[in-house]
């Protein structure tokens, strides 16, 4: 009985041993993760990537008007850390499977709820949380391996682009910025009608760059410098002023936001207060 046991143990130590000891290699496929920062919200994509080797890609080794992963391996997961809105539809914050059905002229892009498929093995439609139409484009440069990349970024979006063999197809992610960071210019400095000069030039500055109220834009700035005065809050009290057409103003606070940037040896705001005063004259 103690003999047999004891080759029981021998056996399960070997096969441990073994199983330990697999040669590893590199993967056929890849496995890639990407992350931005598109406006507030943090996009990932999580994704495998293959190579052509000498393969017809679309067409062939991913048949025309049938279900692919876009990569390879598991599903391609997107994650958004905040409600985005793709192809004209709002999308809540989380986890999506990514799947394509293509063709020459048109793809079918699809976000999935389901992102535990091996590839699209057990796909279901029913899973679908949105599909969309993109118009895929022919690339000048071959495209050895599959890509996923942000691209066209703005303050509010980004494009989410596809590229292998010759083939790039793009569709947009959009988020919602502008009610986000009035909800915090809400907490933080109306409600708590806050001093801080950090806060009062974070709320003009937004006010100024989205074109909002001026005139409010321009009290939180004036505030902000009234006991902490800084080369880069000067100059945008400047063109605040400037925008609100005080014109003379502005170049008087132009020309001491230029000084503070002197005194400061910050040459890019020397220029940049100088280019202003040169339009105001």
């Known amino acids: 009985m103690k003999q047999k046991i004891a080759f029981t143990l021998t056996f399960l130590l070997c096969s ?13 496929s890849p496995s890639a993760k990407i992350a931005q920062k598109v ?40 994650s958004f850390s905040t409600d985005v809105i793709i192809g004209g539809k709002t999308i809540p914050a989380g986890q999506y499977a990514l799947y394509a059905i293509p063709s020459k002229s048109e793809w079918t892009m699809i976000l999935c709820k389901n992102t535990e498929l091996w590839g699209a093995i057990g796909y279901d439609q029913a899973d679908d949380i949105l599909r969309f139409s993109a118009k895929p484009e022919k ?10 990349s942000f691209a066209n970024m703005t303050d509010t979006g980004s494009d989410l682009s596809l590229r292998w063999e010759k083939t790039q197809v793009d569709f947009r992610i959009e988020t919602q910025v502008d009610p986000l960071v009035m909800s915090q210019i809400k907490e933080y400095v109306i409600d708590n ?24 834009a321009y009290k939180w700035i004036s505030e902000s410098v009234k006991d902490d005065p800084k080369y880069w809050t000067m100059h ?22 230029k000084k503070l940037a002197q005194e400061a ?3 890019d705001y020397v220029a940049l207060n100088e280019r202003l005063i040169k339009t105001l004259k």
Not at 194 to 215: G, H, Q, R
């Open 16 to 28: 441990i041993i073994s199983f330990a000891q697999q040669i590893q290699m590199p993967q056929a």
């Open 39 to 78: 406006g507030l919200t943090d996009v990932t994509v999580d994704y495998s990537r293959p190579s052509t080797k000498g393969r017809k890609i679309f067409g062939e080794l991913v048949p025309y008007g049938q279900i692919w992963r876009t990569g390879a391996n598991g599903a391609t997961v997107l």
């Open 139 to 148: 690339l000048k440069k071959k495209e050895e391996t599959f890509e996923i």
């Open 193 to 216: 009608n806050t001093t801080d000069p950090s806060l009062l030039y974070s709320a003009a500055s937004y006010y100024y760059t989205n074109k909002k109220d001026m005139t409010q």
């Open 236 to 257: 945008l009290k400047a063109k605040i002023e400037a925008s609100i057409g005080e014109k003379t103003t502005a170049v008087e606070t132009a020309q001491e936001a």
């Open 265 to 267: 040896g910050n040459p």
